[in-house]
């Protein structure tokens, strides 16, 4: 599926367009309209660089290239993006990136901020399910592990004996 086709950034909700290479990881905010690219940084940037260190493409890299793309669109007073993966699974780096972009102030929709929630929802749910089937795993081991009681009165006689 096209990503680039749903995804239509304007002057007022720029596109926030991801990159990565080997090395490292480039991010820009475009306004398709006007085909102008308002904003590019990457994590060969210096300031970024003084940050992560050598590592230009890794989870601790994307973290900082969102915190710092945040901190200067909001800068120059844009608060909504479009996010465009290019087609890359949303896990890892670019995970990284968007939610560190979100933390720094960023929104990237209603929809994605409920399409978020349910899955936050869901996971909790899940847990919660684990964790109750962890507890009566737990209390079956413990009732197996108890030792039998010997049920025998005095006064009963065995069968089979003489």
């Keep these: 599926m096209r990503i680039r ?10 596109r926030m367009v991801l990159y990565r ?17 308002l904003m590019s940084l990457s994590t060969g ?14 989870v601790k890299a994307a973290t900082a290239l969102g915190t710092a793309l945040a901190k200067r669109s909001l800068e120059k007073g844009i608060k909504k993006v479009v996010f465009d993966r290019s087609g890359y699974m949303y896990h890892g780096r670019v995970k990284a ?5 979100l ?3 960023l929104s ?12 936050d ?4 749910k899940n847990e919660k399910d684990i964790k109750k089937d962890e507890k009566e ?9 108890q030792p039998i009681k010997d049920t025998k009165k005095k006064g009963d006689a065995e069968i089979g004996t003489v």
């Design 21 to 37: 290479s080997l090395k490292n990881m480039y991010v820009q905010l475009v306004d398709d309209l006007n085909h102008k690219t």
């Design 137 to 145: 795993s737990k209390k079956t081991k413990d009732i197996k592990e």
């Design 103 to 105: 933390k720094g102030g």
């Design 97 to 101: 990136v968007a939610e560190a972009a």
């Design 5 to 14: 086709k749903k995804a239509f950034g304007t002057p007022d909700k720029p």
């Design 121 to 124: 929802k869901e996971i909790k």
């Design 45 to 58: 940037a210096p300031d970024i660089r003084k940050e992560i260190g050598n590592k230009g493409s890794n």
């Design 108 to 119: 990237f929709g209603e929809k994605a901020r409920k399409e978020k929630k349910k899955d």
